[in-house]
């Protein structure tokens, strides 16, 4: 991730300004200054990832930038349930740690909106994600998918107990949170197989840092909840684009110059592959933005 900041920074960007965007990455707070045009900006140029050649267009960054990550949040129709108190009373989530961890390690304080989460049993009400809860829902869903008994965890070639610990417990796949039917395994297993993030070039299935854990909680939980494999993609590019806004800000960037597409336009299963949401997807995104002169 180290790499991509630099080469991030290294950018030359006539005329633009730098949007400094929160990005959540290997479990701690960090910056990405993301060169965005506070206005408008003209690109052309042939797109070295599909040899077309796009015209002249008009790109208005703060509305990219709003439909990504949308100041108000983003709310799927998934319901937290009794998952969390399960997880609490499992100590699998210790809501006095995560405050504490939070103000140290975040300068965040739990805010009538987590504290309904974390208090509330059979809560339902539909999860919103957003900038200022970005980091608790990480932790949340993280510690979900590290305890919940599932083949995915029990699965994966990395055993990483202690991950989380600093808000909950050591274990691994040891409580039963979320009972799914062998079909929505079946769904569960399809999607992680398949949803990458942009700091590494692991599936979702083989999580080896927090946000592949996270990623993991939201899709199984969803799965369980009955929904379908396009509503749980369009919900993990939701999350995925709050925890590393500027990789999907270049991703929408690179979509509206080369396919001329707006992010509402984007098939959701298609930016979280390989191609677009791992490591390395995330930097040939960004190598192309630059050759053509949009960043």
């Given at each position: 991730?180290?790499?991509?900041?630099?080469?991030?920074?290294?950018?030359?960007?006539?005329?633009?300004?730098?949007?400094?965007?929160?990005?959540?990455?290997?479990?701690?707070?960090i910056?990405?200054?993301?060169?965005?045009?506070?206005?408008?900006?003209?690109?052309?140029?042939?797109?070295?990832?599909?040899?077309?050649?796009?015209?002249?267009?008009?790109?208005?960054?703060?509305?990219?930038?709003?439909?990504?990550?949308?100041?108000?949040?983003?709310?799927?129709?998934?319901?937290?349930?009794?998952?969390?108190?399960?997880?609490?009373?499992?100590?699998?989530?210790?809501?006095?740690?995560?405050?504490?961890?939070?103000?140290?390690?975040?300068?965040?304080?739990?805010?009538?909106?987590?504290?309904?989460?974390?208090?509330?049993?059979?809560?339902?009400?539909?999860?919103?994600?957003?900038?200022?809860?970005a980091?608790?829902?990480?932790?949340?869903?993280?510690?979900?998918?590290?305890?919940?008994?599932?083949?995915?965890?029990?699965?994966?070639?990395?055993?990483?107990?202690?991950?989380?610990?600093?808000?909950?417990?050591?274990?691994?796949?040891?409580?039963?949170?979320?009972?799914?039917?062998?079909?929505?395994?079946?769904?569960?297993?399809?999607?992680?197989?398949?949803?990458?993030?942009?700091?590494?070039?692991?599936?979702?299935?083989k999580?080896?840092c927090?946000?592949?854990?996270s990623?993991?909680?939201?899709?199984?939980?969803?799965?369980?909840?009955?929904?379908?494999?396009?509503?749980?993609?369009?919900?993990?590019?939701?999350?995925?684009?709050?925890?590393?806004?500027?990789?999907?800000?270049?991703?929408?960037?690179?979509?509206?110059?080369?396919?001329?597409?707006?992010?509402?336009?984007?098939?959701?299963?298609?930016?979280?592959?390989r191609?677009?949401s791992?490591?390395?997807?995330?930097?040939?995104?960004?190598?192309?933005?630059?050759?053509?002169?949009?960043?």
């Amino acid at each position: 991730m180290a790499g991509i900041l630099e080469e991030l920074e290294e950018f030359e960007v006539p005329l633009l300004a730098v949007l400094s965007l929160v990005v959540l990455a290997a479990g701690f707070l960090i910056y990405q200054t993301v060169p965005m045009l506070i206005g408008q900006v003209s690109t052309t140029g042939a797109s070295t990832m599909t040899g077309m050649t796009h015209e002249s267009n008009s790109l208005d960054a703060q509305a990219i930038v709003n439909e990504v990550t949308p100041p108000e949040g983003i709310t799927i129709d998934a319901v937290w349930g009794n998952v969390v108190q399960d997880m609490i009373k499992a100590g699998a989530l210790d809501p006095n740690k995560l405050a504490n961890l939070l103000a140290s390690k975040y300068g965040q304080q739990i805010t009538p909106e987590m504290y309904k989460i974390l208090t509330t049993p059979n809560l339902n009400e539909k999860i919103t994600i957003n900038s200022n809860n970005a980091v608790f829902m990480m932790y949340v869903f993280g510690m979900m998918a590290k305890h919940n008994d599932n083949p995915i965890i029990h699965n994966s070639p990395w055993t990483i107990p202690n991950i989380f610990s600093e808000a909950g417990r050591d274990g691994w796949g040891d409580v039963n949170l979320i009972s799914l039917t062998s079909d929505q395994q079946s769904l569960a297993q399809y999607i992680a197989d398949n949803a990458y993030r942009p700091c590494c070039g692991q599936p979702t299935s083989k999580p080896d840092c927090t946000h592949g854990f996270s990623l993991l909680g939201l899709i199984e939980l969803m799965a369980s909840q009955g929904f379908d494999k396009s509503e749980i993609y369009k919900a993990s590019l939701a999350f995925n684009s709050y925890w590393f806004p500027s990789n999907y800000i270049f991703d929408a960037l690179y979509f509206k110059t080369a396919e001329n597409k707006d992010w509402n336009q984007v098939d959701a299963e298609k930016v979280m592959g390989r191609d677009y949401s791992s490591l390395s997807g995330a930097m040939a995104v960004q190598s192309y933005l630059k050759s053509a002169g949009i960043i």
